[in-house]
């Protein structure tokens, strides 16, 4: 007897084209540059990893056994103290702190992993990281695209991305404006996860990231509040994948439940170098000196190249205009041997832009500086 069975649906096509599968041709005209490629595409550390952070993952390399998908108490309780004293995030219990395996998976799987799916809204920033759209996508939830809450009018969606510092503007929501997202979170039983992972990197004194969890935010009331805090820029962990969710006891406990039976586990060895990371503020603070002095080095050679620089208060990028279209923008920089993002891999409306990212030593800084305000390319 022959079986047979509907049309199967391959989630992979409801997704768009990789970003960077687009701009391979701009890549190997830059790469073709006399004096080489120097790639300020992407957001992967080119920094060494803190030998403190190291020494913990070797020491710990003995340890094959299955991790617990909670992770150990001693994560989560240094979890804890380093939020409450470095972020502010007070009134966190280390039960309700969830490691995962990078915040991308995270991210890409959580409105399913939520129960959010055909009949929901999922609500991602009008210039936004591309994983929130992907993971509306994946879950077959409808998308909107609204930076003001007013946008959304008598609407309820039933799950709000928010980036603060932002992906890739570099914007820093302040506390007004994540006070309101709260209020909004209450009024429409609506759940807020706040992606946090640039929170440490705020290069204006006068205009702080904060996080949606701060007590001045929240008020230590954290039902339907998220927040998704990562090491892979503060602390050069990219390919450690450490990071963390934290917030409404309720939905950490829904998210452990599920993320147990389908066995997302952070390896034990992993743990113990992220311990070793919230424990070492210098190395975070070293870090950060880092990113600052490359903002230095390029932003005066950008403005002289009649660069408009919008945003980019905080992260590891420069949002970047000269009133142009993003891939012409693309284009003068491969022609200088210079790798850039074009802004449209982050919605419709950062098409006039493209991003910058700090992901250079600081020779490559001086010598994309020198080639930017070059006039013989």
């Not at 809204?121 to 994946?138: F, Q, S």
């Not at 210079?338 to 832009?353: C, E, N, S, T």
Request: hydrophobic share 40%.
């Amino acid at each position: 007897m022959t079986m047979s069975h509907p049309p199967r649906q391959p989630r992979g096509a409801v997704l768009p084209d990789f970003p960077w599968d687009t701009i391979a041709a701009e890549k190997t005209r830059a790469a073709n540059h006399p004096a080489g490629l120097i790639n300020l595409s992407v957001g992967a550390p080119v920094d060494p990893v803190a030998p403190s952070i190291q020494l913990a993952l070797a020491e710990n390399g003995h340890d094959g056994g299955y991790p617990t998908t909670h992770g150990t108490p001693a994560l989560r309780e240094a979890l804890a103290k380093h939020m409450a004293t470095r972020y502010n995030m007070t009134g966190i219990a280390p039960d309700n702190i969830l490691p995962c395996i990078g915040t991308k998976e995270l991210i890409a799987g959580l409105p399913t992993l939520l129960g959010v799916g055909e009949g929901h809204t999922v609500v991602i920033p009008e210039i936004a990281y591309p994983t929130y759209e992907v993971a509306a996508l994946l879950s077959g939830a409808r998308i909107a695209r609204a930076d003001s809450l007013l946008k959304l009018g008598p609407s309820s969606p039933t799950l709000m991305f928010i980036n603060t510092p932002g992906n890739p503007t570099g914007k820093v929501l302040g506390q007004a404006h994540l006070q309101k997202v709260v209020e909004f979170s209450r009024s429409r039983d609506c759940i807020v996860a706040s992606d946090e992972c640039y929170l440490g990197l705020g290069y204006d004194p006068d205009n702080p990231p904060v996080s949606i969890l701060d007590e001045r935010v929240s008020g230590g009331d954290h039902r339907n509040l998220l927040a998704i805090h990562s090491l892979s820029k503060t602390s050069n962990m990219a390919g450690y994948r450490a990071g963390w969710i934290t917030g409404d006891p309720a939905l950490i406990a829904e998210l452990l439940a599920i993320r147990k039976h389908t066995g997302f586990m952070v390896p034990t060895p992993i743990q113990a170098a992220m311990i070793a990371a919230v424990e070492d503020a210098d190395q975070e603070w070293l870090q950060h000196q880092r990113y600052a002095q490359r903002r230095e080095v390029l932003i005066p050679a950008l403005t002289q190249a009649g660069f408009t620089i919008d945003n980019s208060e905080a992260g590891l990028y420069l949002w970047i205009t000269r009133g142009e279209s993003s891939r012409d923008t693309l284009a003068w920089f491969a022609e200088r041997g210079i790798l850039v993002a074009p802004g449209d891999f982050y919605g419709p409306r950062g098409k006039d832009h493209v991003r910058v990212a700090l992901t250079g030593t600081l020779e490559q800084m001086h010598a994309a500086a020198d080639r930017i305000v070059a006039t013989d390319r």
